[in-house]
């Protein structure tokens, strides 16, 4: 049994106790945080929608229309009107046949990887995929090969190893605590070349990168090539929720077959109203995605001036990786006192010894208080010892474990789950 009170006194020594704060009105970029006003730098609501006066409305409107909830399962209460019009339309942004809605972008990756693998077969996974995409590979008891980092290289010869088992390639498009872009158009070749599917989770691609917003995929050039898209309804989109883009026959198969689909509520009508009506400002106004690149560009470039290294982050996610976990914490803590809250993410949702602080920015932030916010967090990291480029020291090296140990790896194995791929893969 877990000694609970061990545990988290084990937890606070190691720096990896977690707690949240306390935020006072909506998600924009001026929030109080435990009762202090500070720069909010690290919500995913990234084209301000989550507080656009239409998106309120529209979620207050179904409210009083359809009510609160969907009552049940859709497979048991029904699809209600709401749930068929956002469909209709994500389909139709996504240019795909279907989309299909999950309770989360967490369900959505769960059950559908799930869905398209089993015992047997191989699923390809990059080794900083989100957690969701780790417990979908988990779940669905196929082998799994964790590819490193955007390695194609790695990949291929794990392709190769399979010997036709493979199933599913799965990737975030934007990588959640990096910021960086896989090699969708790459890694769309080598699947259809081995005859496997292909997963995209674009939670930070869409409304963010591509044609219109339409994600990472769209950018790439490779929509077509993919064969479900995974979007999440809660970040960009400003609402809860998640939806899977795909082709007919696919979005048939998981009504039938994904578990979180099948065994869960579904979304609340003022979710679903509250997307769609995020979903028609972002095809109306689709400057508020160049505006969100424009805020990044400046936020990097006022960074780097500052001295810190970006490690090729190239989108609205922007990681200052420091490496132990009590250090970026306390240059969380230090940033927060200059009012400039951009939270520490440590271990485990980011390798051992890349704690960093995750900032992302708004197309609702205006561009001075992000040179301003840069500065504060220079002056903080320097506040607490780190050492910066250009402040007379050594450039800032995230420490990355010369063999990164991904969280498959280090799973316990479940019984009958056989990890070999991993393991030779790091033996050689
Ligand atoms: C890449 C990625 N996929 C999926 C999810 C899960 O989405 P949701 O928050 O809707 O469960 C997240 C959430 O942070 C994410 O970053």
Request: glycine content about 10%.
């Amino acid at each position: 049994m877990i000694e609970i009170e061990a545990r988290l006194d084990e937890l606070r020594a190691l720096g990896l106790e977690r707690r949240t704060s306390l935020v006072s009105g909506p998600q924009g970029p001026h929030v109080l945080l435990d009762g202090k006003p500070v720069l909010l730098l690290c919500s995913n609501n990234y084209l301000g929608l989550a507080d656009d006066p239409r998106v309120r409305a529209a979620a207050a409107e179904a409210a009083m229309r359809w009510g609160v909830g969907a009552g049940a399962s859709r497979l048991v209460s029904g699809t209600m009107t709401i749930h068929r019009r956002l469909e209709q339309r994500l389909a139709a942004f996504e240019r795909r046949q279907a989309a299909l809605l999950f309770g989360s972008g967490y369900l959505a990756n769960t059950g559908v990887i799930s869905a398209l693998a089993r015992p047997g077969d191989v699923v390809f996974s990059d080794e900083l995929n989100h957690a969701s995409i780790i417990d979908g590979c988990r779940l669905s008891r196929a082998e799994v090969f964790v590819y490193n980092h955007c390695d194609l290289e790695h990949l291929r010869w794990g392709i190769g190893r399979a010997e036709g088992r493979g199933a599913l390639v799965a990737t975030d498009g934007v990588f959640s605590m990096d910021g960086d872009v896989a090699p969708l158009a790459e890694i769309a070749e080598l699947a259809a070349r081995h005859r496997m599917r292909v997963l995209v989770d674009e939670a930070h691609g869409t409304g963010a990168l591509g044609p219109g917003g339409r994600g990472a995929a769209a950018a790439a050039g490779v929509e077509e090539q993919v064969d479900v898209i995974v979007g999440t309804l809660g970040k960009a989109l400003g609402s809860y929720g998640a939806f899977v883009a795909c082709d007919s026959t696919m979005a048939r198969y998981l009504v039938g077959a994904a578990r979180t689909f099948i065994f869960s509520t579904a979304l609340p009508p003022p979710a679903a109203a509250a997307a769609l009506a995020a979903l028609e400002l972002l095809q109306e106004r689709p400057e508020r995605v160049h505006k969100l690149a424009a805020n990044a560009a400046v936020l990097r470039t006022e960074l780097e001036r500052e001295g810190f290294d970006l490690r090729g982050a190239r989108t609205q996610i922007v990681p200052l990786v420091i490496g132990e976990p009590g250090l970026a914490t306390a240059i969380c803590e230090a940033a927060r006192r200059r009012g400039v809250f951009a939270q520490a993410i440590r271990p485990p949702t980011v390798p051992p010894m890349t704690s960093r602080l995750r900032l992302a920015v708004m197309a609702s932030h205006r561009e001075q208080e992000l040179r301003t916010a840069a500065r504060m967090l220079g002056t903080a990291a320097r506040a607490c010892g780190l050492p910066l480029r250009g402040a007379g020291a050594r450039p800032l090296e995230p420490a990355r474990p010369a063999q990164t140990r991904h969280a498959l790896a280090a799973a316990p194995a479940q019984p009958g789950r056989r990890e070999v791929f991993d393991v030779e893969v790091r033996a050689a």
